[in-house]
């Protein structure tokens, strides 16, 4: 890691999750339960244009933590960067109000299983978009994908 500056600092720090991030071992899946906890009071909570403004805001934030991020830890989209694991399971739930806890455990899975498996083009985002653009929208591609599965299911049971 090289010496930080007071910004770069802040900006890690809003990468990682705070100390998310920094847990010995699958820090992603980490980042996603993390996610999945406070999803019902932070992110469920918030009327559909609120969620829209989070979004955006965790996107926004999240390319400039991750591309100083990136600088800072001297590695493309280090593990213990999950900013992108935060806005990709909170996509995957974006449609959904009052959901069973088990719907919340279907969407983690849903979305671990799409960033970890990295199908077209959740892989050709990461690669085709520089810095913490591609960080963030690979995160956002498997975060759409589980939203269809989760979305698919819902429709599947309602029948």
Known sequence: ????????????????????????KAPGTWGSLASIVAAPWLFLSLPMWGRWAALATILLIGIWACSRAEVVFDK???????IDELFGQWLALLFFQGMPIWYLLVGFGLFRFFDILKPW???????TFPGGLGVMLDDGVAGLYAMGGLHLLHYILSM
């Open 1 to 24: 890691m090289k010496k930080t500056s007071p910004i770069d600092t802040f900006a890690t720090a809003l990468a990682t999750l705070g100390p998310i991030g920094h847990f010995p």
């Open 76 to 82: 493309k989209d280090p593990g213990c960067v999950i």
């Open 121 to 127: 083009p959740v892989k050709w985002a990461e690669n």
